[in-house]
Every structure is written in C-alpha cells, then in structure tokens.
C-alpha cells in the first residue's frame, strides 16, 4: 500500500497504541519474499483463501515492490549523492 493511503485505511490507521508492528519498505529486496510468505502462511493456517481481497492486494504490492526498487534505490543514491556534494 502507498505510504499516504495506508495513513487512511491501512492496517496501520487500525493498530492499538500499543500494538507492534514491522514495516516493509520496496528498496528491501527481501520484502516481497516476506509478503508472499505471508501470503503462503495465511491461507495454510486457514485465515485467507487465495482469492481473498487481503491476499491479492499483498501479492500485487510484492510485485510492485519487485518493480519499483530500482527505480527508488536509484534516486536515493543520488540524493544521498547531492546531499555529499553540499
């Protein structure tokens, strides 16, 4: 989910104060193994069915992650790259 709309209706909108939780980011090329693991564990443990809503939007967000971490891996090298250069 895009960081602005999870602010709205994520997951993370839903949390108890307390409550913890782990964030994944598309530069992290572990995280859409971890999503699509997720996916795999839910629906073994009876919780989601593979056609579920929750399980096809995870999917879609770890193939946008596949799609988008070069592209953001690229313009945070030169960020980091202006930032060195001030």
């Given at each position: 989910m895009i960081?602005?709309?999870e602010?709205?209706q994520?997951?993370?909108?839903r949390a108890?104060?307390?409550?913890?939780?782990?964030?994944?980011?598309?530069?992290?090329?572990?995280?859409p193994?971890?999503?699509?693991?997720?996916?795999?564990?839910r629906i073994?443990?009876?919780?989601?069915?593979?056609n579920?809503?929750?399980?096809i939007?995870?999917?879609?967000?770890?193939n946008e992650?596949?799609?988008q971490r070069?592209?953001?891996?690229?313009r945070?090298?030169?960020?980091?790259?202006?930032?060195?250069?001030r």
């Amino acid at each position: 989910m895009i960081k602005t709309d999870e602010l709205k209706q994520g997951c993370m909108s839903r949390a108890l104060d307390d409550e913890m939780t782990f964030v994944l980011l598309a530069r992290d090329i572990a995280a859409p193994a971890i999503i699509r693991a997720w996916c795999d564990e839910r629906i073994a443990r009876g919780r989601n069915r593979s056609n579920d809503h929750q399980i096809i939007e995870a999917r879609i967000c770890a193939n946008e992650m596949e799609r988008q971490r070069d592209e953001i891996r690229a313009r945070l090298a030169e960020a980091n790259k202006n930032e060195r250069s001030r």
